[in-house]
């Protein structure tokens, strides 16, 4: 980033001119305050990027200077400088809303690295901030919602390939969101006005996803009563995403990286060479590097679609979203259904933020939207939850004092779990479980489980 401008705070006009000299050699522009009234002067009078200031100052400290200073400029990053054995110090300042500290005496180098650091740190904001306003009036951008610093460079890549035509992958497990980052970098594109056209690989039999992508001429195969154009066509001049890539069979494949190369293809059953132009988005969650060495994924088809490389990271790894989405959807579903609801109850949120969500942000929405619609007060408690994630941590489980307790309450979430995947079925839930259907109906009366079907 060009003119990133530092302004370093410091009563000791020597050690501040010192600084303000070091970082100019590294191509920084730097201006030098010796008090925090200067400083706040310099804040209202040019755009400052990053301000660095000693904590301890005559009339006015580190920590005053920054609250005053945000209300100024609210964008402007702070870095304290403490003196040793004052961590205390900057653990305040750093809850006040400082970025990062340094102790005195400063290491140069040091300094260098959490200047770097805190430029990067803008840029990516700036780079996200600059996506969310193209897509504000294009598309609904709000549901990626994130302060994680993993899925913020994800979203960074996004803004940054999204101008361009380049070939995105988009991977991660089940439910992060690869298709809404695909709409997000395709309503930030210059092909915003044009079609965004979606085909699911693991959706279709492998018998009809040629036509479905490629289309096909009438009587190219039984049924084919008429002409029927493709995935491509419809996409022509716009944005095809294929989610699930990694199903692609190998015949399909060899059609896809023709298109690629060449822009080029022919309708099943048809002689016809047709061209259009199509940016391709794909996704998958499955693992393309391990497809690749085992040959049932295509090397050259592979390094076509991995131009951009975008992984979102499950949201386990990103913990920190947590409350952050679950306040998002509380609100959405609130409004959608109509209901007061100010939140969660002190255990319920407490579960929440536990769990590990295998099923990432689309499990998450599932969770609030069912609690928000069995809710019966303006708080959801832990009883509008699944059973099996209230199960998981039972007090029984928690604290388990002796083996059988347990025991027992490992056999009972893995009974609620079953029945939730068979969606209350009896039958299914035994079958999953490899017992009998009479052993369930044991063992469900003998843990007060009730609700659930017989058969579907």
């Known amino acids: 980033m060009s003119n990133y401008t530092v302004l370093i705070v410091d009563d000791e ?48 400290g580190g920590l005053e200077l920054l609250h005053r200073g945000k209300q100024i400029n609210p964008e402007v990053d702070f870095i304290v400088v403490t003196a040793f054995g004052s961590v205390e110090n900057a653990v305040e300042a750093m809850k006040q809303g400082a970025i990062d500290y340094l102790m005195k005496p400063i290491d140069l180098e040091q300094l260098e690295l959490v200047v770097n650091r805190a430029r990067e740190r803008r840029q990516l904001v700036s780079e996200n901030r600059w996506l969310r306003e193209q897509l504000a009036s294009r598309h609904d951008f709000t549901n990626i919602i994130s302060v994680s610093q993993r899925m913020n460079e994800a979203l960074s890549i996004a803004a940054r390939a999204a101008p361009t035509r380049a070939t995105v992958l988009i991977l991660g497990e089940s439910g992060t969101g ?57 996409a022509d001049g716009g944005t095809l995403f294929i989610d699930e890539v990694g199903d692609l069979p190998p015949q399909v494949q060899v059609k896809l990286l023709r ?31 391990r497809m690749v060495e085992e040959r049932t994924f295509r090397e050259d088809l592979y390094y076509r679609l991995n131009v951009v490389r975008i992984w979102l990271p499950p949201l386990r790894e990103r913990r920190e979203d947590i409350p952050h989405l679950l306040d998002h959807f509380v609100r959405r579903f609130a409004s959608e259904y109509g209901k007061q609801i100010e939140g969660f109850s002190r255990e319920a949120l407490d579960l929440l933020l536990k769990y590990d969500y295998p099923g990432n942000v689309r499990e998450l929405q599932n969770i609030v939207e069912q609690a928000v619609v069995l809710a019966r007060g303006n708080l959801i408690t832990t009883a509008e939850l699944p059973p099996s994630l209230r199960s998981r941590f039972s007090p029984v489980e928690e604290e388990g004092t002796t083996l059988p307790e347990k025991v027992a309450a490992f056999e009972k979430r893995l009974l609620l779990e079953a029945l939730e995947r068979s969606q209350g079925v009896q039958t299914r839930a035994a079958q999953l479980l490899g017992i009998t259907e009479r052993n369930l109906r044991y063992k469900m009366q003998k843990y007060g489980l009730k609700g659930f079907r017989e058969s579907g």
Do not use: W, Y
């Open 13 to 60: 006009r020597q050690q501040a001119e010192l600084l303000a000299g070091f970082l100019r050699k590294k191509g920084f522009e730097a201006l030098v305050a010796r008090s925090g009234r200067e400083a706040l002067e310099e804040l209202r009078a040019r755009p400052i990027d990053l301000v660095l200031t000693d904590m301890r100052m005559p009339e006015m």
């Open 178 to 234: 690869k298709e809404l980052i695909a709409r997000a970098i395709h309503a930030a594109s210059p092909r915003r006005d044009k079609p965004f056209v979606v085909v699911n690989c693991a959706a279709l039999p492998e018998s009809l996803l040629e036509s479905e992508l490629f289309g096909h001429e009438k009587g190219a195969f039984t049924g084919a009563d008429r002409l029927r154009k493709g995935r491509f066509e419809l």
């Open 259 to 289: 298109v690629l190369q060449e822009g080029t293809f022919e309708r099943v059953g048809g002689s016809q060479t047709l061209k259009v132009d199509v940016r391709i988005l794909a996704a998958t969650n499955r693992d393309l590097d």
